[in-house]
C-alpha cells in the first residue's frame, strides 16, 4: 500500500522545537523534507552532549538510512548550505550520499540578501525584523517569474541568467535610501554554485511519488511557524511562505490526500522573535524569568525572543488552519517551579471577549487569563506530576486535540511519547 506524508510544523511564532521532535521520529520514516522557508530557519538538535543547528538540511540527517531531501519550495542560499555541510563533515556527519535537493528550489542570491537589508532599513520602526537571509526578495523573484532555480546550475547559459537577474536587481537598488554593498560577497557565491554540482539534484515531486508508492513513508519538516505563514499569519510581520500544512503540498508537489499525520508543535509557553503583534507577551520578571531559564536567544540571529504565556485562540487557530491530528508540546521543563502558569484563553478587545484570533490584533488587546498550578522538575523517565497533566488536559481540551509527545529538555532523550489511546477522545 502507497505510504502516506506526515507534515510536521510550528504552530506558533517558530522556534518550537520543531528539529528536536524531527530528530525523535526521523527513525520511523524513510525520508525527511524539507518543504518551505530557507537559511532564516534555525534548527536546533541536541544528543550525546554535542549541539547542532540547521538552516537548510533537514533534521533527519543524524539518522543511519533516512533520505533527507531539500523540497522545491526551500529557497537555499549555496554559501550558508555548503557552511552546514562542512560542520556536518567535522562532526563525523557526511551528508551527500542521502541528501537529495529539488531542481525546482529557488536560490537566494547575494543581491536578494542586500535587497532585504536595504528595504529593512528603509522601513525604519516598521521594520519587519528578518533574519535578512534574503528570503523575501528571493520569493519575490519566485513569483515574479524572474528567480534562478537549482536545476538552472546544470543550463550552459546559467552565468547569462544570473547577470540578467543582477541587472534587475541593480535597477531595484535605486528606489532604497540605503544601499548595500554585496559584490564582495559574489566570488564565494560562485564558488559555492560550482561546488553544488557534487549534489544530487533531483526531480522530487517524481522521486517522492516513488517512494510513496514504494511504500516509504515521508516526514515533511516545517519552518517558521504557523503566525508567521504569508497568508495566515500575523501581516505583514511574516515571513515570505507558506508554513502551514497546505504548504507542504506545494513545497514537495504532494497532494491532500497523501497527507497522514499533521503533527502541530508547540512551547508550554509562547516566543516570537522579530516584530509584529504577540497578545500575550510578558515585559516584566516573569517574562525575563522564561527567557533566562528556556534559553529564548534566537538559534540563526542570537537575538532574544520576546517570551509570553500560553495563547489558547492562537493555537487553537494554527490547529483549524493545520488540521493539526496531534500536538507536541515542548519545553515544559522550562516552566518548573513556577507556583502558577497563566493560560490565555480568549482576548478581550474594547470590552468585548472574542475567543478567535482576529484579523487585525489591536495594541488594546487584553489577553484573559485562567491560572493553573505549576510543577517541579521533569523527568522524561518518570511520570509526569499530577498538575503538568493538568495542564495537558486543559489544553486537550481546549483544542480537541491529544497531545503526543511532551519534550521536557533539549536533549533527544528528554522526551515523552504518551500513549495516544490514552489521550485521544
Ligand atoms: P525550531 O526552530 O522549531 O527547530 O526550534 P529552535 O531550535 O530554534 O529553538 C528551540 C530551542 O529550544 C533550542 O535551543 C532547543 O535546543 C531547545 N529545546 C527544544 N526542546 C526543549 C525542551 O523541551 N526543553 C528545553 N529546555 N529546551 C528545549
Ligand atoms: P524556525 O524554522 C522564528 C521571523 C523573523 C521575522 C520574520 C520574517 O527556526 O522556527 P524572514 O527572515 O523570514 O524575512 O523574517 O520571521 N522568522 C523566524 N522566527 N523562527 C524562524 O524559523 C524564523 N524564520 C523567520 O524573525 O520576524
Ligand atoms: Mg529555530
Not at 542560499?77 to 551528508?95: H, T
Not at 535537493?101 to 529593512?120: F, G, M, Q
Not at 510581520?237 to 499533521?262: D, E, H, Q, W, Y
Not at 489591536?362 to 495542564?391: C, F, H, Q, R, S
Request: aromatic share 8%; glycine share 10%; net charge negative.
Amino acid at each position: 500500500m502507497a505510504a502516506k506524508v506526515d507534515v510536521l510544523l510550528g504552530a506558533q511564532w517558530g522556534d518550537e522545537g520543531k528539529g528536536k521532535v524531527v530528530d525523535v521520529v526521523a527513525p520511523e520514516y524513510a525520508v525527511i523534507a524539507r518543504f518551505q522557508g530557507g537559511p532564516n530557519a534555525g534548527h536546533t538538535l541536541i544528543f550525546d552532549g554535542k549541539k547542532h543547528v540547521l538552516h537548510t538540511i533537514p533534521s533527519g540527517v543524524f539518522r543511519k538510512g533516512v533520505w533527507n531531501l531539500v523540497g522545491n519550495g526551500v529557497v537555499i542560499d549555496p554559501v550558508i548550505f555548503l557552511r552546514e555541510v562542512k560542520a556536518l563533515d567535522e562532526a563525523g556527519v557526511d551528508v551527500r550520499p542521502r541528501l537529495l535537493i529539488s531542481r525546482r528550489a529557488h536560490l537566494i542570491l547575494p543581491t536578494h540578501r542586500a535587497l532585504d537589508e536595504a528595504s529593512e532599513t528603509d522601513k525604519g520602526k516598521e521594520k519587519i525584523g528578518s533574519t535578512l537571509k534574503g528570503i523575501g526578495p528571493t520569493y519575490m523573484d519566485k513569483t515574479g517569474r524572474n528567480g534562478l532555480r537549482m536545476g538552472d546550475i546544470e543550463r550552459p547559459d546559467f552565468m547569462d541568467r544570473y547577470k540578467a537577474l543582477v541587472a534587475k536587481h541593480e535597477r531595484l537598488f535605486s528606489i532604497y535610501d540605503h544601499q548595500v554593498e554585496w559584490r564582495s560577497k559574489e566570488a564565494e557565491w560562485l564558488e559555492a554554485i560550482e561546488a553544488l554540482r557534487q549534489f544530487t539534484l533531483v526531480d522530487s515531486e517524481h522521486w517522492l511519488d516513488e517512494q510513496l508508492r514504494q511504500g516509504n513513508s515521508v516526514l515533511a519538516e516545517g519552518a517558521q511557524g504557523t503566525l508567521l505563514d504569508i497568508d495566515f499569519g500575523t501581516y505583514p510581520f511574516v515571513t515570505s511562505s507558506n508554513t502551514i500544512s497546505a504548504g507542504a503540498c506545494t513545497g514537495l508537489g504532494i497532494g491532500p490526500s497523501r497527507i497522514g499525520k499533521v503533527i502541530g508543535i508547540f512551547k508550554a509557553y509562547c516566543t516570537r522573535v522579530g516584530s509584529g503583534p504577540f497578545p500575550t507577551e510578558l515585559h516584566d520578571a516573569a517574562g525575563d524569568a522564561i527567557r533566562e531559564a528556556g534559553k529564548e536567544f534566537g538559534s540563526t540571529t542570537g537575538r532574544p525572543r520576546r517570551c509570553g504565556w500560553l495563547d489558547l485562540p492562537a493555537l487553537r487557530y494554527a490547529v483549524m488552519i493545520n488540521g493539526v491530528t496531534e500536538l507536541a508540546m515542548m519545553k515544559a521543563d522550562v516552566l518548573s517551579g513556577m507556583d502558577t502558569i497563566r493560560v490565555c484563553t480568549s482576548y478581550r478587545i474594547q470590552g468585548k471577549e472574542i475567543d478567535q484570533l482576529p484579523y487585525q490584533i489591536p495594541d488594546d488587546l487584553e489577553p484573559v487569563y485562567t491560572d493553573l498550578p505549576g510543577w517541579g522538575e521533569l523527568d522524561a523517565n518518570k511520570p509526569l506530576p499530577a498538575t503538568a497533566e493538568a495542564y495537558i488536559a486543559y489544553i486537550e481540551q481546549a483544542t480537541g486535540i491529544p497531545v503526543r509527545i511532551v519534550s521536557v529538555g533539549p536533549d533527544r532523550s528528554a522526551t515523552m511519547i504518551r500513549d495516544m489511546a490514552a489521550v485521544s477522545r
